[in-house]
């Protein structure tokens, strides 16, 4: 098929392709198999959503992959200069399914969606889109869609309650009001009924979160915040409610004078003495259909609270010393909690963890109003193996304590943390908390910390020395936003002793007020060759610049790099330097593919000369190239700087 240009600018193959993709029918679906391998790759780009999803099965088949078309969709949805981080296949489709299915459900509209209304609009898509996604947005505020999915699109539900693993409740829920009978009712089906055993509440009501908290997993909530759910009934009309208008399988709308969306039920007779009001409040659903009478209660195995105030903190208090399903616990505020807050979480926390039927192994919180919080947290949770912190420490904000008490010793036992990541945002950080809490982590396999700087004279490399010391099994590396120029030795020695796997060093100021650059990007080349087990390395942000051309000695002598994944993005390579590196790397190929990430350098200063680098570099990297535009000047600036 040749590439003759059509008198409008379109190739010939162009509009194959076009044609192919209007009259395509999963039933001719052979004749696109029975394409030569290179024309099935060139058309990728070209199909719908729903094409690229019927015939991904019989295309792996044959060793192509369908990922090139789906980041045609996912750059077309968010923009091309939107820097893309799906590796795989599985990762493209599930991003793309996840973004059209919200946007067409509930009817939003976008450039993409306006321009493929017509694949987008039918049944198939949505069906396809729900064996996809693994997160369901619940927004109660859209009644419409949700009744549809109740009634007429119960089989969308059936097999939405199959697939998700966690629902996202992203505007709050007027628990008696009739409107959002059909938004329970969805709730109550994924997670009581399906497989979904996370819960991600985006609503600040402590009203609400005891009602969802209660009967899926915690043994009790607060008791005063269930009365003050109950006292609520005297303003809305609770007979719809007791008439069953909660839960109906067959739920459907119409029209009426006094009340708009009004849900006529299937009513089935009370299953016991408990008042509906009751039932509907504390979560039960006896007008469900069960195959066992009376509806199951889903457990929760992860809660992530996002706003989370004082007043839901408090709810959630009361529920963990007996949640002993919870695995994953998130806990996010836009500002930092008060050290009482936290005091009181953590005192939760013991208790939970004191019963010896704790599940928890997960914890985030943000923000900490103190970084010496972060150990009073894994004292209270000593078998928890995730940990992930925001500290944000600032002089007059919430909780700030001068004379926090100190404990007369220091509680050293060991941890069971195996991962830690820890976000700082303060002027200054004392540095040995981090180093305490890393010595009682002797299983800690992944670390990443970001923004911890320490006082004028002072240097990182006791961290790095802790970590060679006492880490032997940390296998993911991390450091961003520290200064780590005098620490070249240290990291040395630290890829010596530790078998790291990833190792990332994001604007870590590598070679400021170095003298000798080169060298010093020598020795770090050196250094990495000598790591057998690294397959990741990033230096993202260190101002490399034209020094980058030494990087292409990690590929050369013995032992060569076993490095396969290089991120040199956002280093101000210009493309004569970009060039100069592509050379020196093509007389020293890797003997592995190499994904290498140049995204955020200053590319369109000479496109030609750019373009002639990446030629160079395709036969053996794979290439993340988007994400600069210099009409920005403070880009510029800050490439810099």
Request: net charge neutral.
């Amino acid at each position: 098929m040749g590439d003759t240009v059509h008198r409008k600018g379109i190739t010939l193959k162009e509009m194959c392709f076009r044609a192919v993709r209007e009259h395509f029918s999963p039933q001719d679906s052979h004749s696109v198999l029975d394409l030569p391998r290179h024309l099935i790759q060139d058309l990728l780009p070209h199909l719908t959503v729903c094409q690229l999803y019927e015939l991904q099965p019989a295309l792996n088949q044959r060793g192509i992959s369908t990922h090139p078309g789906w980041v045609v969709v996912l750059q077309d949805l968010r923009g091309h200069s939107f820097a893309m981080d799906v590796h795989t296949e599985e990762e493209a489709r599930q991003e793309v399914m996840k973004l059209l299915f919200t946007l067409v459900f509930y009817g939003f509209r976008n450039h993409y969606v306006i321009k493929n209304s017509t694949n987008l609009k039918s049944q198939f898509f949505l069906r396809a889109a729900a064996s996809c996604i693994r997160q369901f947005s619940l927004i109660t505020g859209l009644q419409e869609p949700l009744q549809s999915l109740a009634a007429e699109q119960r089989p969308l539900l059936n097999l939405l309650e199959k697939r998700i693993q966690s629902v996202r409740i992203s505007h709050g829920i007027d628990l008696l009001k009739r409107g959002t009978y059909a938004a329970v009712y969805v709730l109550h089906r994924l997670l009581d009924h399906g497989v979904a055993t996370k819960l991600v509440v985006d609503v600040p009501c402590p009203i609400v979160l005891s009602w969802l908290l209660h009967g899926r997993g915690p043994q009790d909530v607060d008791l005063s915040l269930k009365k003050q759910m109950l006292s609520t009934k005297s303003s809305c009309d609770l007979s719809a409610i007791a008439d069953g208008a909660i839960c109906s399988p067959g739920l459907q709308t119409e029209a009426s004078d006094d009340q708009e969306n009004h849900v006529v039920p299937c009513k089935r007779s009370k299953v016991d003495s408990v008042s509906m009001e009751e039932q509907f409040l504390c979560g039960t659903f006896p007008q469900c259909d069960s195959p066992l009478g009376v509806c199951p209660w889903g457990q929760i195995s992860g809660l992530e609270i996002e706003p989370c105030g004082s007043d839901s903190l408090r709810v959630l208090n009361s529920a963990l010393p007996t949640f002993f399903c919870l695995r994953c616990l998130s806990l996010q505020s836009p500002s930092s909690f008060w050290e009482s807050d936290v005091l009181d979480l953590a005192a939760a926390l013991k208790q939970l963890s004191d019963s010896h039927r704790s599940s928890l192994t997960d914890l985030s919180i943000g923000v900490l109003p103190n970084a010496k919080l972060m150990e009073v947290l894994l004292d209270a949770s000593p078998n928890v193996t995730s940990l992930q912190v925001e500290v944000q420490t600032l002089i007059w904000g919430p909780g700030f304590s001068p004379h926090h008490p100190q404990s007369a010793t220091a509680d050293m036992s060991e941890l069971h943390l195996e991962k830690l990541k820890v976000k700082i945002t303060a002027l200054q950080t004392d540095l040995q908390f981090m180093t305490s809490v890393l010595r009682r982590c002797p299983h800690l396999t992944s670390l990443h910390i970001a923004g911890m700087r320490l006082p004028s004279g002072q240097s990182q490399k006791q961290l790095l020395t802790t970590l060679s010391e006492s880490n032997h099994c940390l296998r993911i590396l991390s450091l961003e936003d520290m200064k780590l120029s005098d620490c070249l030795s240290d990291i040395q020695n630290l890829l010596k002793d530790c078998k790291l796997e990833e190792l990332r060093l994001k604007d870590c100021r590598l070679l400021e007020n170095c003298s000798d650059k080169e060298e010093r990007l020598q020795q770090l080349a050196a250094a990495v060759r000598s790591a057998a087990s690294l397959h990741t390395l990033s230096l993202a942000q260190n101002r490399l610049a034209k020094d980058v051309c030494v990087l292409a000695e990690l590929f050369s002598g013995s032992p060569e790099s076993s490095v396969r994944r290089l991120d040199l993005s956002s280093n101000f390579i210009q493309p004569a330097e970009l060039l100069e590196f592509a050379t020196r790397l093509e007389t020293r190929r890797p003997r592995h593919r190499l994904t290498l990430d140049l995204r955020r350098n200053p590319g369109d200063r000479d496109p030609d000369m750019w373009n002639a680098a990446l030629t160079r570099l395709r036969p053996f990297c794979v290439l993340l190239v988007k994400g600069w535009k210099s009409t920005g000047t403070m880009v510029d600036h800050v490439s810099n700087m």
